[in-house]
């Protein structure tokens, strides 16, 4: 089992930027690729980013490339989510997710076994 918790939401204004954490407890944080996903009010959640085990091969939805840049930090057993110049259509609950079933990122919500709380993101314009 694998505990994932998110901190760093809350309310910016467009244009802003937000940090994003998501500790992990439990297993070994390094044998687990992850992701961030994010749901808006009356939309299916949706992939953001993800990285490799070993903090590698970065991808992002295209709606995010150039402004949000994951990474991760094995020794604290933390991923983070940098979102630069944040617009309202970014208003979501962002989710952490890890999956030890993968050789490198996964970009689905099947792919992955373990999911955090969520923690609200709201743009305003």
């Known amino acids: 089992q694998v505990q994932l918790v998110e901190s760093g939401g809350g309310l910016v204004q467009a244009g802003g930027s937000l940090r994003l954490s998501c500790a992990a407890s439990g297993r070994t944080f390094s044998r687990y690729a992850m992701g961030w996903f994010r749901q808006a009010p009356g939309k299916e959640r949706e992939f953001v980013a993800a990285i490799d085990r070993s903090g590698g091969n970065p991808s992002y939805t295209d709606s995010v490339k150039g402004r949000f840049t994951i990474s991760r930090d094995n020794a604290k057993n933390t991923v983070y989510l940098v979102m630069n110049s944040l617009k309202p259509e970014d208003t979501a609950v962002y989710t952490c997710?890890?999956?030890?079933?993968?050789?490198?990122?996964?970009?689905?919500?099947?792919?992955?076994?373990?999911w955090g709380q969520g923690t609200q993101v709201t743009v305003s314009s």
């Open positions: 997710a890890a999956t030890g079933r993968v050789l490198v990122t996964a970009s689905t919500s099947r792919e992955y076994d373990y």
